[in-house]
């Protein structure tokens, strides 16, 4: 079992006990989702056996020196930096959260990432063009249809950020 750990900076707990309890279970982490992603690292806890085993179709020299320092420099230097960023954006998550739901119609799914999945009873298409036109960007699957229609995801940002994302969307809702 592969358990997916690449947002866990901003989840209240980890699966570590899970590896350590059964042997079939192997977890994947990265620093793309703590201000990394052009870093491009990411790393698997496993044990040896599996490790030896992927290595066989590993790619020789898969990771450039330069990657291998600053990604080593980011996680010997920069813990303290990166939890705080973190802490802040679990804050926002959940300042966000209850914001959203004092609004009416609108629906936020429990989120353990730095984003949150917002359903509103009008379409997300509209929603989205309306944000967009107030200079807000967001992600919207309503072009998939079927229960995404009405879904946005929303990314974590500064509490600035997301006081103007509120605002445009109260707007958005009102229109």
Do not use: C
Request: net charge positive; proline share 2%.
């Amino acid at each position: 079992m592969v358990i997916d750990e690449a947002y866990i900076a901003y989840a209240d707990r980890d699966q570590l006990e899970a590896y350590r309890k059964y042997e079939n279970v192997a977890i994947l982490r990265t620093l793309s989702k703590v201000g990394f992603a052009a870093l491009r690292l990411g790393w698997l806890i496993a044990r040896p056996e599996l490790v030896r085993e992927l290595d066989k179709a590993r790619l020789p020299y898969n990771l450039s020196t330069l990657t291998q320092r600053l990604g080593t420099h980011a996680l010997e230097h920069l813990g303290d930096e990166m939890a705080a960023i973190a802490s802040t954006v679990r804050a926002e998550r959940e300042r966000l959260s209850l914001e959203l739901a004092r609004l009416g119609g609108v629906v936020v799914t429990p989120s353990q990432a730095n984003f949150l999945w917002i359903r509103s009873e009008k379409p997300a298409g509209e929603v989205f063009e309306s944000l967009k036109a107030r200079g807000v960007l967001t992600r919207s699957f309503h072009a998939r249809g079927g229960r995404l229609a009405h879904q946005l995801r929303v990314t974590i940002g500064t509490r600035a950020e997301n006081d103007a994302f509120l605002q445009a969307f109260s707007a958005a809702l009102s229109h």
